[in-house]
């Protein structure tokens, strides 16, 4: 079991490459995933999961049919299930996601931006 | 629902009080708790969960049976479900806790510290 301490701006100086998921910890069923982000991503939603957003370096909109949330870093978000959101960001970010394990980025959306590629740094 | 931006330095802010666990926000049947310490915490594992401690602001030292562990701001650490823990913090310094709603501070140790009195901010 890994219970090394995990500097998150260290791991995320480790991704080179944008918009591809790294998981860096498991917590029961859950993941949580890094990702360097310089997109607008695509409207979709989680029928059975709530999702959360941190950012944890730079800025992040996260779009609601609602309203507009714009995330600096420090800052979280709770998607609750079934709410559809779109992410932007213009400048690159990064951003730890939580969520169960097998949750798909596009949610009910599906897509070419369908990530299945998961990885661990 | 809520779907507010959460600043995690700005709800730490909020917290007046010492060892007082804050609820900020809900995923799924898990919590995000903040709280403040300067303490050193009881011995105590959790037999159903693993548990996530982030540190927000200051240093915090957990101690594992076989090493110990010392999280800076931007860190992070899983205590597997079962592993024996104790942390501790003689500076001031906010911890963000994630864990199953129910989950108990002291886990199967019990005693004077068990903290019930769970509120949100």
Same mark, same amino acid.
Request: proline fraction near 4%.
């Given at each position: 079991m890994n219970t090394s301490v995990i500097n998150l701006k260290e791991k995320s100086s480790k991704i080179k490459e944008l918009h591809s998921y790294k998981i860096i910890v498991q917590m029961n069923d859950y993941y949580f995933k890094l990702i360097k982000v310089k997109r607008e991503f695509i409207w979709h939603k989680h029928t059975d999961t709530d999702e959360v957003f941190i950012v944890?370096? *730079?800025?992040?909109?996260?779009? !609601?049919?609602?309203?507009? !949330?714009? !995330?600096?870093? *420090?800052?979280?978000?709770?998607?609750?299930k079934g709410v559809e959101h779109k992410t932007a960001c213009s400048e690159e970010c990064t951003v730890l996601l939580i969520e169960p394990a097998g949750t798909l980025n596009t949610g009910d959306a599906g897509g070419a931006l369908t990530d299945t590629s998961l990885e661990w740094i």
């Open positions: 944890v370096e *730079g800025s992040l909109q996260v779009s !609601l049919r609602d309203k507009i !949330l714009k !995330l600096r870093e *420090g800052e979280l978000v709770v998607v609750p």
